[in-house]
């Protein structure tokens, strides 16, 4: 460290630690030392307090600390998601899902999440089982495609249970895999990504309304194509599946923006078992 005249009273703390070069430097500020009772005295406090700290012992936090911490988080405003790059982030993890039968055929939403794949494949592939259910027949000569834009992928049907309308697939492809996210609750951000009427990659948002042991509601809105969908908190991971959305009849004549969105745990009750389902809310 070189000194400049004007630097000698502010160096105190450098040379308390041994941080000034030797030499005419440090003979330098030797002699600004003995003439400067004020740097000698800082010189003294640095050196004290640095020995302190080299014997200090690291203190267990007390237990309530953790707890105390997390309420006051959740009592602190939170900035917005940056919804630009959460919409970057979980995209990629997002397929179109088409079931072709021989009088035509149906889209919906998929997505990559991080559960183990079957024997031979890469990715494990979520979606509603109302998306995949004409074809879950293989003598019905009706089939399920995969593809992720303009890529076809390899897909295979695992596991399916029309009762709590969730599906398993696998594929051979390699996507990025969201991550469960924790239980859902009111009031919580909420992103939807799918591929209603066609439209890759749409993105919506809103935040959780209701929440039930097997699904909850919220105002992210959602449309034919939506379905099997991820919905994801504000750091990207998984908090339901996109299933339906209420729609105005005449008892009800006017709804907005309440949909359906089942909880990952569903795919535990008939489909997934083991440790996959311990991060399954």
Do not use: W
Request: hydrophobic share 45%.
């Amino acid at each position: 460290m070189k000194l400049l005249r004007h630097d000698l009273h502010s160096l105190t703390g450098a040379y308390a630690l041994d941080a000034i070069e030797g030499g005419a430097e440090r003979d330098r500020f030797n002699r600004h030392l003995s003439r400067c009772p004020s740097c000698a005295a800082e010189v003294r406090g640095f050196r004290e307090v640095a020995t302190t700290m080299a014997f200090a012992a690291a203190a267990e936090p007390p237990p309530e600390l953790r707890a105390q911490v997390l309420v006051a988080a959740a009592r602190t405003r939170q900035l917005p998601p940056d919804l630009v790059a959460l919409a970057t982030q979980v995209s990629p993890s997002v397929v179109l899902i088409t079931c072709t039968t021989a009088t035509g055929g149906d889209t919906g939403t998929g997505f990559a999440i991080a559960l183990p794949a079957a024997s031979g494949y890469v990715t494990t592939v979520i979606t509603a089982e109302h998306v995949i259910d004409a074809c879950t027949d293989p003598a019905s000569g009706a089939f399920i495609s995969l593809a992720r834009g303009s890529k076809t992928l390899q897909v295979h049907l695992r596991a399916y249970d029309p009762g709590e309308d969730v599906a398993v697939l696998d594929t051979t492809a390699t996507l990025p895999k969201l991550k469960p996210a924790a239980a859902p609750v009111v009031g919580e951000f909420l992103m939807a990504v799918g591929n209603p009427l066609g439209v890759s990659d749409n993105v919506t948002s809103g935040n959780v309304s209701q929440v039930y042991s097997t699904y909850f509601l919220d105002s992210a809105p959602i449309s034919n194509g939506s379905s099997g969908g991820p919905v994801v908190d504000r750091s990207g991971n998984v908090v339901g599946i996109v299933d339906a959305g209420a729609v105005a009849d005449a008892n009800s004549p006017v709804v907005q923006n309440l949909n359906v969105a089942l909880r990952l745990s569903r795919l535990c009750v008939n489909l997934l078992g083991g440790s996959s389902c311990s991060a399954l809310h």
